[in-house]
């Protein structure tokens, strides 16, 4: 008779930036160079019904962000949004769906139902605070 039992290993990984899919539901919600994006067409990094940035955890730049622009966000997203850790190489570590993790609100509380962030001219966002706990294991 054999016996087994199941081990988890703790690996610890770097990572570098946080790729955001924020599924908007009111994209008037947002203004872009100080005019409410009533259709969120004014809006960079917009993909469908989605808001898509990739932030560099170290700087909170947002990748690609059209130089010059300025953002002020206070998006509903609730549980539709989809957050992905990345490494150097931007291949994912670690991902997490559902409600909006605090570091995506760094203008106010979201109480993980909003993304709320003033993104300047250099495409970072003012404020911006890295925390992790969110994709911690939970030793599930």
């Known amino acids: ?16 930036y946080l790729q955001a899919e924020c599924g908007v539901r009111y994209w008037e919600d947002g203004e872009v ?8 067409e004014l809006m960079p990094l917009r993909v469908k019904d989605a808001w898509c940035p990739t932030i560099d955890l170290e700087t909170g730049a947002i990748q690609d962000w059209p130089a010059g622009t300025t953002a002020n966000i206070h998006y509903k ?3 539709a949004g989809l957050y992905k850790l ?20 760094p203008g106010g509380s979201g109480y993980g139902d909003y993304v709320i962030m003033t993104i300047g ?9 890295v925390d992790l706990e969110p994709f911690q294991e939970d030793g599930e």
Request: aromatic share 6%.
């Open 86 to 105: 990345l490494d150097a190489e931007k291949k994912v570590v670690r991902e997490i769906d559902g409600y909006v993790p605090t570091m995506m609100s």
């Open 1 to 16: 008779m054999t016996f087994t039992i199941e081990l988890t290993q703790v690996v610890s990984k770097e990572v570098k």
């Open 121 to 129: 001219p250099d495409g970072k966002i003012e404020n911006w605070s």
């Open 33 to 40: 160079n100080g005019t409410e994006d009533t259709d969120g």
């Open 77 to 79: 997203v609730c549980d």
